[in-house]
């Protein structure tokens, strides 16, 4: 039975890179790898797509993260397969061989992938780059930083954090009422400096024979290798129909602009909801309270005395029935 993609994501947002799983098993495949080191693993979505294929390719897998959920945790001990590291990408890259392939799906920022890169491209030395498959390199992240811990980023190199002044929506730079709720996200999309892409990019720049493959499906899959390297017109075979093909662009285009409507739609739902509470609340205490019980008899009293209106009357009845059909 294949893993389910979306087994923690509830509201079926295609966040876990083994929603792209045919695609980087393919890139795995013509590469020839046999060792893999996935950074970012976190509940083991993609870890357990990655150990099934360990088995018929007889592969073993290396899953990096320094807060490593349950489900995670009982993966590494049932598989043999399967190396557990319980440190932040930097300190493992720093000591890990170099793999055949490297999955980068952890701190989602210009620093941190940048470091990731520089030491994977160190280490590797004369022997060639091992291929590099990443998350996140279309939006939101591919041109803005997110960040899991935001002191580890020197702060030279951190953006302005979004915080709780809005969330993020394609197509507008800043943060927005009711967008997606990112709170450790930069607060500004663009710029230099800012984003997985970015640094990718940036990378490749410094590096000859580094090409890079970006295709924008779920939050933006991407790829990057020596072209020098024996395996590399097979990688390009797999991958060259997708890379940035228009049709997936405008799929991709469609699918967080409906995610983000959806949300700005429960966001604007949650706040009524909220003034509801507040105004039954209120009531609530009015029907509760002594000074009602005055008010409704002084009431009385002047539409009897041929002082007031019957319709000016006030009653716990009616209060009581309207607050009845608000909770309906």
């Known amino acids: 039975m294949s893993p389910d993609p979306y087994e923690h994501d509830p509201q079926r947002w295609g966040v876990s890179m083994a929603q792209s799983a045919e695609l980087l098993l393919a890139c795995l495949n013509a590469a020839g790898a046999t060792s893999v080191v996935e950074v970012g693993a976190y509940a083991g979505d993609l870890t357990r797509v990655l150990v099934d294929w360990a088995a018929g390719a007889g ?9 490593p959920q349950p489900g995670l945790e009982a993966l590494a001990s049932g598989h043999e397969r399967l190396r557990l590291v319980r440190e932040s990408s930097l300190t493992a890259l720093a000591r890990l061989p170099v793999p055949d392939a490297v999955v980068i799906d952890g701190d989602h920022n210009h620093w941190t ?3 990731e890169l520089r030491l994977v491209s160190e280490r590797a030395g004369a022997d060639g780059l091992p291929l590099l498959l990443f998350h996140d390199v279309c939006w939101p992240h591919g041109r803005r ?8 980023v020197p702060a030279e190199r951190r953006q302005p954090i979004a915080g709780d002044r809005g969330g993020l929506a394609p197509g507008n730079p800043g943060l927005v009422p009711g967008g997606l709720p990112y709170p450790r996200s930069a607060a500004t999309e663009g710029g230099p400096g800012n984003g997985v892409l970015t640094a990718i990019e940036d990378f490749a720049v410094t590096h000859e024979d580094v090409r890079v493959v970006v295709v924008p499906v779920f939050f933006g899959f991407g790829a990057s290798w020596d072209e020098r390297r024996p395996w590399a017109p097979a990688l390009a075979r797999v991958l060259d129909p997708f890379d940035r093909h228009p049709v997936l662009e405008r799929l991709e285009a469609n699918r967080v602009h409906h995610l983000a409507e959806a949300h700005r739609q429960r966001a604007a739902l949650w706040a009524a909801q909220e003034r509801q509470a507040r105004l039954e609340a209120v009531l609530q205490r009015l029907l509760d309270s002594r000074a009602f019980d005055v008010a409704e008899r002084l009431s009385r009293w002047r539409v009897r005395a041929g002082i007031g209106r019957s319709v000016d009357a006030v009653s716990k009845a009616e209060l009581r029935r309207a607050l009845a059909e608000r909770r309906r």
């Open 113 to 115: 992938v940048s470091e």
């Open 59 to 67: 592969a073993t897998i290396t899953a990096v993260d320094p807060a």
């Open 145 to 152: 930083d997110d960040y899991f811990a935001p002191d580890a």
